[in-house]
């Protein structure tokens, strides 16, 4: 076996290589790439869809769509720079690498959620049915996009002998992001060193799986404006705040030493619960008094 081998040997699969880029012209894409560009694609798909379908200008969904992708991807950036800041404050230009990685996804959600709140405002829209048919676009794009982690061997978790265990060559993967469980309970097949972690890129994609049904059923029985972008916040923060405390490679808090997107996490959860529980109150009690 080679270094580019992943496993997942509890069911039985061997992908014996499993490449990180292919060349076309002599230029190397990252599969990383293309991944997060088909997810983004899909994700553009399905919201015009559910635009068109709730009688809204998928056209202006489209062009929304477009300008909160760069700004999403460089709230993405901004996020893991300011929480890895002693990765870059010696080497300030490689902020701007972003072919070397280091994009966070709650930094892209942040910064598009600001993008669709400042378009709301510009255009006088109701940002809640902004954010409602958005969402729907965003969640296909994590469940795409969380694969590019795959190809890459990163975003994994600890040790872990269970059913969906993935073997990874301990050599293809960043030795940081190795603990002393991994490497004391690594095992050699065919010449090749491997460790077994939990794929928490797959949960994490199974996971919004649930929360796009969730999301699309919702939006055929929504009661107010809102209601389907809050139940996408607490659905992937619940699944977030889970699969974050598997991860190890988080972003911790400076000082306290928390995982910053599990504390974020746990905070959105909760506060978007409380603001549903409250929309739906409003909802009840304002069809009581009519």
Known sequence: MSESTIMFPNLGIVLPHVGKSVSVLGFEIAFYGMVIALGMLCGISLLTKVAERTGQDKEMYFDLSLITIVCAILGARLYYVIFSWDSYKNNLIEIFNFRGGGLAIYGGVLAGILTVWIFSVKKKKSFGQLADTICTGLVVGQIIGRWGNFFNREAFGGYTDGFFAMALPQAAV????????MSAKAYMAEGTKFIQVHPTFLYESLWNICVLILLLV??????????VFLAYLAGYGLGRFWIEGLRTDQLLLPGIGLPVSQVLSGMLFVISIIILFMGLKKCKKDKNQI
Do not use: S
């Open 174 to 181: 960043r030795a940081d992001e190795i603990t002393a469980e």
């Open 218 to 227: 919702l939006t055929r029985k929504k009661r107010f404006h809102g209601e």
